[in-house]
């Protein structure tokens, strides 16, 4: 195993090869940019404030990140500029939190969980129903 580096503008992702090796993400992220932005968990919700796919982690993936590419966009970001993320999932199932992992690197949004990145299967979150949360930093371009 080596030690693996990606470096786009002023943000710098390692994996040290003394560490295990990921599924995409990186072990270390450096950010040497002035500015960062620091993204409110991102919910399935809809525009109106409704909570989309009940029981649906599919369909409460792909409005999280339709809500998360809003939100960089707002901040004149991209995927490829979040230097950390946490993702909660309302399972203890390890196939269920794969499958969100899975959908996440997938879509639009797949660049950013080549940062650090953080995936937990917890208990509760804020709305009822609701089965996935993202919550990003973003170091913003100059």
């Not at 500015?35 to 409704?50: F, I, V």
């Not at 796919?53 to 004149?76: H, K, M, W």
């Amino acid at each position: 195993m080596t030690e693996t580096t990606e470096t786009t503008e002023k943000i710098t992702r390692i994996n040290p090869e003394q560490l295990h090796a990921t599924p995409g993400y990186h072990h270390i992220t450096v950010v040497e940019a002035g500015r960062t932005a620091h993204l409110a968990g991102q919910c399935p919700l809809d525009r109106n404030g409704e909570l989309v796919g009940p029981r649906s982690f599919e369909a409460q993936v792909d409005q999280v990140v339709a809500n998360a590419l809003t939100a960089l966009a707002a901040v004149g970001a991209q995927p490829h500029h979040v230097v950390r993320s946490v993702i909660y999932v309302r399972s203890d199932d390890r196939d269920a939190l794969g499958a969100v992992w899975s959908r996440l690197t997938d879509s639009a949004l797949g660049p950013a969980f080549t940062t650090a990145s953080t995936l937990l299967g917890v208990a509760q979150l804020g709305f009822t129903g609701q089965l996935v949360e993202v919550d990003l930093t973003v170091a913003l371009p100059d």
